[in-house]
């Protein structure tokens, strides 16, 4: 039996009793894993799976001897990054070494960047529904810096996979060197009763903007795009900040929301029972949905920081920033905007795709073609489901927005109903091939030969007589239960209009 | 084969120049030339103790290799088929690589330094690896875990360090070549006690890449040699730009070996640093010094004394900085991914014991007395004091340095203050130890190249004393060019080299 607490859950104050009393401030550390082909620092690619140890050379083992050089695609994503945030950029920056020991640090330091960062002093603008509404929030950031992912560690025996109780642990390497981009935020402050929406809507909205750079996969749960909420309460928004906790391990859009929340209404608890709060590193339980101490920040290590001297600075040139700059893809909000208007829809229903991280999806759906309301359903409705079932995000389905596109193609032609056209999306996304091809493997036509609907249409008048009387005396609704037993026999092949209108013909009413 | 500058036929006392060219001519293959020095080492090193390691069948091979493109018509490179000693702090793939510690014992790094690989490209003869200081923290070579090394001036002494191997190696005629790193006078100052050449380079002429940290602002690979021409010759070898190393100069290497042929000071601006010498310097030192002075006059040189303020706070200032660099580079010794592992079946440890174990274990006192001053730099709330005060000392310096070239070309000092000492005099006492340096640590805070040539023999102890020469970044030529006129007068007044006159062992 392990002696490592998950944590026996805290006490904590009702959310509407916490936001009465308190106001949240929150602090945003998110690290994103660029998408370069090769390391920050060496030539090693980056290929996420591969076999553990097999993409390393001596500088990402940190061997005896070994120099790191810089990667300019790495650099260049950096500024493009603080650009796209509205950021200074440096004219003039260092790396420097942060030291602690780590098993999974090769050199154990992490070459990052300290009191210089390439970026600094930007802002990205959030929208969140409120009780008024929309309201956009800005959210100030502080700064992106560059720096090397460490690599990964897993805990073999034990009962927790976690370091203690461990009979031993591996190390793979190939992360090791990974180039990545930690952007911190200032203090949001005056979210009141909203930070844990703001916190998720900030983040949904830096993963569209990075997606939109195509620096980053930002994908969540490959850690691709990590995030680290600080949570503080103070009495009021003109006290000094509280005592703040540094939650991490929240891995999934709607884990920062919980956790967010979490936090808030955990440390209320501790305030009101006269407690204070101590100043800590904690760890998000996704199952159980609470956080549990983790390392104290008191016994935190001093990381010494120095400058990186194998390394010469950087020092961007001011053409270079501005030929970036220029090429920046649209803003996301310009394009929210845009998009929004084309569609002529709702700020909710707008909301609702932001929400869902549909915009990409649904956009392309419609640009192969589709419905606007038509693609919003499907990504929303049965895709969004599916995706949360698997834990993905919606474009990581085995499903593209042309296929998507091509389904909804096939119900406006006639070919495919609702129903089965929910059966065709379960085809493709079990991998049997385009829509069409399962639409023929399956054959999942609609009926739309009229002799066939016929011959069921009699034979389900003949099983039920009473109800072919009702509606031959005008019961026109009582038709449902024929129509049904026709759909049935038809396996749902059938046009549930189309039978409806042969039977009252058949029968000689009308509606 | 006669040297003609040694006028003997011992393969081992040739110059490098002199070998290369009886190779290329065919008057000797280069497999005769590395057994004569294989041979040579088996005779001498159990009392030297200048290698850690020998590659007996490496070099071997590598001379065959030469003598079958000799044969095949092949041109050869300069150095083709002549022996050299690696200190055995740059990686060679395969080769055992411990920088004189026992946290590295056992290691077989898996790739070259650049410094290796250019050395192999040119067909240099590796015959093995050097003693040194561990990991190039000391002034003697007693700091080597595998036991110390002897000036083969006299046994009971120090050859300098950390690179007393490279040096006592050369001295000792094991080999004719060597290369040093130098920290802060880690090559020049053994130069300087055993009697021979030795050059730190413009700080990013060579790369560091395959160089085992140790203060990665202040290392610099460079040539050991017996004579000036031999050492420039092997310093074209391995200067030059690396991508591999981020902090390599993207420059041409400077005609170094055009230097030193043309050796010519008549009109050259010397500056004579006021601030090294003088009080402090051993008496013989410093009249060797002054009668070099006098020589180069001679020579038609124009003598000037220039004054450098804030070289007094030098040492200080490279004390901080050094162990600052150090504790971050040497961090990654830790037992978990090569190396030495210590303590890893006593009861159930953390990984974290088992790095301190190892560590505890690997490292030597003058290691763990570095990791700790710099780690102490390095911590919140001192490191404006220390860390933060050096770089601007080292700033000053830099001005300091900047300013002394207006008024001269090239500028010189002793190299040492004393000649060599006695082994264990100085092991007690970490100051001491460290003011060996005092003269030569400047060029490394402002990454300027440094020479360390002979100048004759204290009358009191008869040991070597050594003159350093220094110019601008990237101006290493003028070091080769003053270098080589110097030891050409000396040569006409002695006679005979240096070495020549060092007992035979």
New interface residues.
């Given amino acids: 039996m392990s002696t490592v607490s998950t944590g026996a859950a805290d006490k904590v104050l009702p959310y509407d009793d916490v936001v009465a009393s308190f106001d949240p401030v929150l602090g945003l550390e998110v690290h994103v894993e660029l998408g370069t082909a090769t390391k920050m620092f060496c030539g090693c690619p980056t290929t996420f799976g591969a076999a553990p140890n097999t993409q390393v050379c001596p500088t990402c083992l940190g061997l005896p001897g070994s120099l790191p050089v810089v990667n300019k695609v790495g650099v260049e994503s950096a500024i493009r990054i603080g650009l796209a945030l509205n950021c200074s950029i440096a004219e003039w920056c260092r790396f420097a070494r942060k030291n602690y020991f780590y098993p999974d640090m090769p050199k154990n330091f992490q070459t990052s960047q300290y009191d210089e960062p390439i970026a600094y002093d930007g802002y990205l603008d959030v929208d969140v529904e409120t009780d008024e509404g929309v309201k956009t929030f800005r959210i100030g950031i502080e700064r992106a810096h560059m720096e090397e992912d460490t690599g990964k560690t897993t805990h073999q025996g034990g009962a927790t996979g976690r370091i203690h109780g461990a009979d031993y642990s591996l190390v793979d390497y190939n992360r090791a060197g990974i180039p990545l981009i930690e952007i911190v935020t200032k203090p949001i402050e005056g979210t009141g009763k909203y930070a844990p929406e703001v916190a998720r809507a900030y983040v949904t909205a830096l993963r569209e903007l990075l997606r939109g750079l195509g620096v980053s996969d930002v994908k969540m749960e490959q850690g691709s795009l990590r995030c680290d909420a600080n949570v503080s309460l103070r009495r009021s928004p003109s006290d000094p900040f509280g005592t703040r906790t540094e939650t991490k391990n929240v891995n999934s859009l709607r884990s920062i929301e919980r956790a967010v929340r979490y936090e808030m209404t955990r440390q209320a608890a501790v305030l009101e029972d006269g407690g204070s709060i101590t100043q800590e590193t904690r760890h998000w339980h996704e199952d159980t949905g609470i956080t549990t101490s983790g390392r104290s920040k008191e016994e935190a290590e001093d990381y010494r920081y120095f400058p990186e001297p194998d390394l010469v600075p950087i020092a961007p040139s001011r053409e270079w920033v501005e030929e970036l700059r220029a090429s920046l893809p649209e803003n996301p909000a310009v394009r929210r905007a845009r998009v929004q208007a084309a569609w002529g829809i709702s700020d909710l229903d707008m909301q609702t795709v932001l929400n869902a991280g549909a915009l990409d999806v649904v956009e392309e759906t419609v640009a192969a073609g589709a419905d606007q309301a038509a693609a919003r359903k499907w990504w929303l409705g049965e895709l969004a489901r599916v995706a949360n079932e698997r834990g993905v995000e919606l474009a990581d389905l085995p499903i593209t927005p042309a296929q998507v596109a091509r389904v909804e193609a096939l119900v406006g032609e006639g070919t495919l109903n609702d129903k089965l056209a929910r059966q065709v999306i379960e085809g493709v996304l079990a991998g049997e091939g385009e829509p069409d091809a399962v639409v023929a493997s399956r054959g999942l036509a609609v009926v739309s030969d009229d002799g066939p609907l016929l011959a069921a249409i009699d034979e389900a008048l003949a099983a039920q007589p009473d109800v072919a009387d009702k509606i031959r005396g005008g019961k026109v609704q009582a038709a449902g239960a024929i129509v049904g037993a026709v759909m049935k026999a038809t396996r749902g092949q059938a046009d549930a209009g189309r039978v409806r209108a042969l039977l009252l013909e058949r029968l000689g009413v009308s509606e | 084969m006669t040297s003609a500058v040694t006028g003997s036929t011992d393969l081992t006392r040739l110059t490098a120049a002199e070998t290369a060219s009886a190779v290329a001519a065919g008057e000797v293959s280069a497999a005769e030339v590395a057994t004569a020095h294989l041979d040579r080492i088996a005779a001498v090193d159990d009392r030297v103790h200048a290698f850690l390691h020998i590659d007996a069948e490496g070099a071997l091979a590598a001379a065959a290799a030469v003598d079958a493109a000799r044969s095949a018509g092949e041109q050869l490179s300069p150095l083709a088929g002549v022996p050299l000693a690696l200190k055995d702090v740059?990686?060679q793939k395969g080769i055992p690589?411990t920088?004189g510690s026992r946290i590295?014992e056992g290691?077989r790094?898996?790739?070259d330094?650049t410094v290796t690989a250019r050395l192999k490209d040119a067909g240099v003869v590796i015959l093995g690896k050097t003693n040194m200081d561990e990991f190039a923290m000391g002034s003697s070579t007693e700091h080597s875990a595998f036991g110390a090394t002897h000036n083969p001036w006299d046994l009971d002494r120090i050859p300098g360090g950390s690179g007393g191997g490279s040096a006592a190696a050369i001295a000792a005629f094991e080999a004719p070549l060597a290369i040093g790193t130098d920290t802060g006078g880690s090559i020049r100052q053994p130069a300087a006690v055993t009697g021979t050449v030795g050059v730190k380079p413009t700080y990013g002429a060579v790369s560091?890449?395959?160089?085992?940290?140790l203060?990665?602002?202040l290392d610099q690979a460079g040539p050991c040699a017996r004579t000036v021409l031999d050492a420039a010759l092997l310093h074209s070898v391995i200067a030059g730009h690396d991508?591999?190393?981020?902090?390599s100069l993207d420059q041409p290497v400077p005609d170094v070996v055009g230097a030193a042929r043309r050796a010519d000071v008549k009109g050259l601006r010397i500056g004579v640093v006021k601030e090294l010498g003088g009080e402090g310097y051993q008496a013989g030192v410093r009249q060797r010094f002054d009668e070099a002075v006098a020589l180069l006059t001679d020579l038609g040189a124009e003598v000037v004394e220039v004054s450098a303020p804030h070289f007094p706070y030098a040492l200080a200032a490279y004390y901080l900085i050094l162990p600052?660099?150090c504790?971050?580079n040497l961090?990654?010794?830790?037992g978990?991914?090569?190396g030495l592992r210590v303590g890893e079946g006593d009861g159930d440890p953390s990984?974290?014991q088992v790095?301190a174990r190892t560590r505890a274990a690997g490292f030597g006192a003058e290691a763990t007395r570095r990791i700790m001053l710099g780690?102490y730099a390095?911590?919140?709330g001192y490191?404006d004091a220390y860390?933060g005060s050096a770089q601007k000392v080292r700033t000053l310096i830099q001005r300091d340095f900047a300013a002394a070239f207006e008024q001269a070309d090239v500028l010189i000092s002793p190299t040492a203050p004393t000649t060599a000492f006695k082994l264990g005099e100085k092991l007690d006492d970490p100051l001491a130890m460290y003011l060996n340096d005092v003269a030569t640590i400047p060029a490394n805070l402002a990454g300027i190249p440094g020479m360390s040539l002979p100048i004759g023999l204290a009358p009191e102890d008869g040991l070597p004393v050594g003159l350093q020469i220094m110019a601008p970044a990237m101006a290493d030529d003028r070091l080769y060019n003053a270098g080589a006129a110097l030891e050409g007068a000396l040569l006409d007044r002695w006679g005979r080299p240096i070495l020549e006159e060092a007992p035979a062992l």
């Fill in positions: 740059l990686t690589t920088c590295l290691w790094p898996p790739y330094a560091r890449y395959g160089l085992v940290a203060a990665s602002s991508p591999l190393d981020s902090t600052s660099e504790s971050s961090a990654k010794f830790d978990i991914r090569f990984v974290e790095m780690t390095l911590s919140a490191y860390y």
